[in-house]
């Protein structure tokens, strides 16, 4: 820890405080203090390979220039000179993370600092790691050994598939996406919306990609009726244009069919045990016929008006390209 120390403040600091993060699959999380040097975040990795944090710090520097606050890299070691494992140094964000048990204004929140996140502009020397495959090129379908191929299962694999088939012949428009943008990804402080955290995903792609995910992750853990209050409140906010959406959920869906089990360790940690294998199951796959049933619904060329007199979403011909009716 000492050698970290050294080289990030200089010689002669000292580590004062260290406090484990919660989160976190691939690596370990710690919030230090350092004397001089303030409060830092230290993430190590769990392989010998640093390529993962290296491209971690070339995001978190483009990062930098979104309007939302996001960590500053100060240092990464990739070579494992500090810890015998590759590791990276940044900034604290105010606030913590924290994921609300009922639905309020942190899901405009949400909603808003997407739409700016979506909303920077794409040099033309864009760095390298943003242009990794996005979800909709590099999704592979879960192995039958993985997740058992239901009908509904059968049907969600189908829609991805064909949304990759679309993509890669007639690509959406790029914007920066955040790739695993979510409620617990973010930090909290004084009930609003602090910062944004983990940007180790980050890449650029359609916009719809990160919409979808982040509410199909609502789905799972408050119900669809939030999911869709959170992508409304995205084009309320000002965000792109939502092509494809439904497909979208559709992949994400599979993929949190596939993972789920893993997470509930996660939430168990942040307190909120009523959130069990069962239950994430069960509001994925009612929130999956609703998706597939939109899918299949024929619908106007106007604007079609939900069940509250708003227009939550609306058709041309019969491709749905704004958030559906999920309430």
Not at 114 to 125: F, G, K, Q, R, T
Request: one cysteine or more.
């Amino acid at each position: 820890m000492e050698r970290m120390a050294t080289a990030v403040t200089g010689s002669g600091a000292r580590v004062v405080s260290v406090r484990r993060l919660t989160g976190g699959v691939d690596a370990s999380t710690h919030a230090v203090r350092l004397e001089p040097g303030g409060w830092v975040v230290l993430k190590r990795s769990w392989t010998t390979s640093g390529r993962s944090l290296a491209e971690e710090f070339e995001r978190l520097r483009f990062a930098e220039r979104l309007g939302v606050p996001t960590p500053v890299p100060i240092a990464v070691d990739v070579g494992g000179e500090w810890f015998d494992r590759p590791a990276l140094v940044m900034s604290r964000l105010p606030g913590r993370s924290a994921v609300h048990r009922e639905p309020g204004r942190w899901v405009e929140d949400l909603a808003e600092a997407l739409a700016a996140i979506h909303d920077v502009a794409l040099p033309a020397d864009l760095p390298v790691v943003l242009r990794a495959p996005h979800a909709g090129l590099a999704w592979r379908p879960p192995e039958p050994a993985k997740l058992r191929r239901t009908d509904r299962v059968e049907r969600l694999v189908a829609v991805g598939l064909q949304l990759q088939h679309d993509l890669a012949t007639d690509p959406a428009k790029d914007v920066l996406l955040h790739h695993d943008f979510h409620h617990g990804n973010v930090t909290w402080r004084a009930a609003r919306l602090a910062g944004v955290l983990d940007w180790s995903e980050a890449r650029i792609g359609p916009a719809a990609s990160d919409v979808a995910y982040c509410s199909v992750d609502l789905a799972m853990t408050h119900g669809a009726t939030t999911a869709h209050h959170f992508a409304r409140a995205y084009q309320a906010a000002g965000g792109q244009e939502l092509d494809d959406l439904p497909r979208w959920q559709a992949l994400w869906i599979t993929n949190d069919m596939r993972w789920v089990g893993y997470w509930v360790t996660g939430f168990r940690e942040a307190g909120l045990d009523d959130l069990t294998l069962p239950v994430l199951r069960r509001r994925l796959r009612a929130f999956a016929d609703n998706v597939l049933a939109s899918l299949t619904r024929p619908g106007p060329t106007a604007p079609t008006t939900g069940r509250d007199g708003n227009a939550p979403y609306r058709r041309v011909g019969d491709r749905p390209i704004c958030p559906l009716d999920l309430s």
